[in-house]
């Protein structure tokens, strides 16, 4: 048995309503030495996620009393460090692909092979317990990647990984921004591996994987007895005593957390539980998030003095789709490593499918491409990835021409929307929009604009102003 | 007939794996969807839409079972019977049931040999 398996009692809930089906995995997953609890439809699954608290979930999507999909929707509400790892069956690979658009780990296609079965659940538990944890954590590329891969080659990446050579020298505080899904934590792990810390642990924490009770104890520990009868805790601080704490999410502690562990960052030092002696602390720390810190500080999530100590040096992630080239030689890494776990060879990425992955936006960046890649993977034989194995609305949206004529329409619209107005008027209108069209998000819209975040908070109190 | 109906090499290391509890499970979960799909058509006269919808849910956990012993067959009868139920097509799923019964059948039969052979 497993490290990793030896301790999953009750943090695996298999949900599957055809018994005999339950029943085999629950007998695959036992002989590999997980223990899991079961439910066989959505309703009973929502009451055993409130009883354990799983930190996987083998969900089937089509139950008899709800569809699967709400049942991952509110699981992942409530607890968003689950791993949910879809099961469905040939033929609805759509929906399991729009689950993983929406959040699942990863899917699964009948009929569950044991090996197949068995590496899911394993590295469902195991990223699950890397982000949960305060344990010493080990970060990883996905599929164990080599890091020059992962890197690439585009300008984008090449001038990031200087800039990380740069910063891991120094002591200063790291906040690495990107969207879901880019490797902000890859590369938080490279800040590390290249620091004077590199031989003392890198600790991360996700606080939004924990209510404020359990935060506080997995930042500061648990003295026994003070919580229940909680086995003692070092906590995250302590542990990364020496090293780096990787504090994934940092708006989504509560201010009073916040201000406590400014305390301690200034103080070197803090008080596990009263009466008890100071316990010295020397840390780098490293953020990440989705995220800008400026707006969570302007929205009162994340307090001033908090924002001022982790937003020194920020380092952002592109997106996949701003990365060129990059996206083939990560497909083809990828490909082979997927392809070798299914028991299959795929080593070359043809030219259209090369193709179509350059002018696919990647949303959900290297995990939708990984998620891509098994699919491809799991239905078809290599050792070429071809056009006709990626998905459907991939596939006519690469190939779908963008036609002059609506772009004609747009500038003549556009020329007649600006008409009669100033040049401050049009770039008030410009800058506006772009903040629209960005949910309201000032850094987002200002990377859009290639302007200064500043600069739009400054013209935006003018104008308001203005107004009044 | 074996080799149509399954992949006997699959469905072995299957019932092997689980024992004759896993057979009489899925002997058990077989005549589950069989009657469930029997019940769902003759409802589908009276209320088209429920019945059809009724029958589709069988169907698709009919071929889940189908899909984990390595029934090809069956696998493909009831993928086409659930898209006929898709589209509305009562006449289509109302001719593949005979063929999907009988091939449940068939493979009852099988599962109940295994369980025979090896206890």
């Not at chain 1, 954590?137 to 050579?165: C, E, W």
């Not at chain 1, 003392?200 to 404020?212: E, K, M, Q, Y």
């Not at chain 2, 005549?31 to 169907?59: F, K, N, V, Y």
Request: hydrophobic share 40%; with cysteine; charged share 20%.
């Amino acid at each position: 048995m497993s490290a990793d398996a030896s301790s999953s009692a009750g943090q695996l809930l298999l949900v599957e309503d055809t018994p005999s089906l339950l029943m085999l995995y629950r007998t695959v997953l036992n002989r590999a030495g997980y223990s899991s609890i079961s439910a066989t439809n959505g309703t009973e699954a929502l009451a055993k996620f409130e009883d354990h608290r799983p930190g996987v979930i083998m969900l089937d999507l089509m139950l008899p009393d709800m569809d699967g999909m709400a049942v991952m929707r509110q699981i992942l509400a409530k607890q968003p460090s689950t791993r949910v790892i879809v099961i469905t069956a040939n033929g609805s690979i759509d929906k399991a692909l729009e689950a993983t658009r929406k959040g699942a780990h990863e899917f699964l296609v009948k009929p569950l092979g044991d090996q197949r079965l068995v590496a899911a659940v394993a590295n469902a538990l195991s990223e699950f317990r890397t982000q949960t944890g305060a344990a010493k954590a080990l970060l990883h590329t996905p599929y164990d990647l080599p890091l020059a891969d992962f890197l690439g080659n585009s300008d984008v990446m090449r001038h990031l990984t200087q800039k990380i050579k740069a910063v891991a020298k120094s002591m200063a505080p790291v906040f690495i921004l990107g969207e879901r899904g880019t490797g902000k934590k890859t590369i938080a792990r490279m800040v590390h591996e290249q620091s004077q810390r590199a031989t003392r642990p890198l600790v991360s924490i996700n606080c939004s994987a924990h209510d404020s009770d359990d935060l506080e104890a997995a930042l500061f520990g648990i003295t026994p007895g003070t919580l229940g009868d909680r086995a003692e805790n070092s906590g995250a601080l302590k542990n990364a005593d020496g090293g780096t704490l990787l504090l994934e999410n940092p708006q989504d502690m509560t201010l009073e957390l916040q201000a406590r562990l400014v305390s301690a960052l200034q103080a070197g030092s803090f008080i596990p539980a009263a009466g008890s002696a100071p316990v010295p602390i020397d840390i780098r720390l490293i953020s990440c998030a989705r995220a800008h810190p400026t707006e969570e500080m302007h929205a009162g999530r994340l307090s001033e003095d908090l924002y001022y100590r982790l937003f020194v040096i920020p380092l952002t992630m592109p997106p996949l789709s701003k990365r060129g080239d990059d996206i083939v030689q990560l497909a083809t890494s990828f490909l082979a490593r997927i392809a070798r776990q299914e028991g299959k060879t795929f080593t070359i990425v043809s030219d259209d499918a090369a193709n179509i992955l350059l002018k696919h936006q990647w949303h959900g960046n290297i995990r939708e491409l990984i998620n891509v890649l098994r699919h491809a993977v799991v239905l078809h034989q290599g050792p070429n990835l071809t056009s006709e194995m990626l998905p459907e609305d991939m596939i006519t949206h690469a190939r779908t021409p963008k036609s002059n004529v609506h772009q004609d329409d747009a500038l003549k619209g556009f020329e007649a929307a600006i008409k009669g107005l100033t040049m401050a008027e049009i770039e008030q209108r410009a800058v506006m929009a772009a903040i629209e069209r960005h949910a309201g998000s000032i850094p987002q819209a200002a990377r859009e604009l290639d302007i200064a975040p500043s600069t739009i908070y400054r013209k935006r109190d003018v104008w308001t102003k203005s107004k009044d | 007939m074996t080799a149509r109906i399954c992949d006997q090499t699959q469905l072995d290391a299957l019932l092997n794996l689980g024992g004759r509890a896993l057979c009489d499970q899925f002997v058990a979960d077989l005549g589950r969807c069989q009657a469930r799909l029997t019940e769902a058509l003759g409802l589908a006269s009276a209320d088209q839409r429920q019945g059809l919808e009724m029958a589709r849910c069988a169907l698709h956990e009919l071929r889940g079972i189908a899909l984990t012993v390595g029934a090809t067959s069956l696998t493909r009868y009831c993928a086409k019977a659930e898209a006929f139920c898709d589209l509305g097509h009562i006449k289509e799923v109302l001719e593949a049931r005979t063929e999907i019964l009988a091939t449940c059948d068939a493979l009852t039969v099988l599962i109940n040999a295994y369980s025979e052979r090896t206890s």
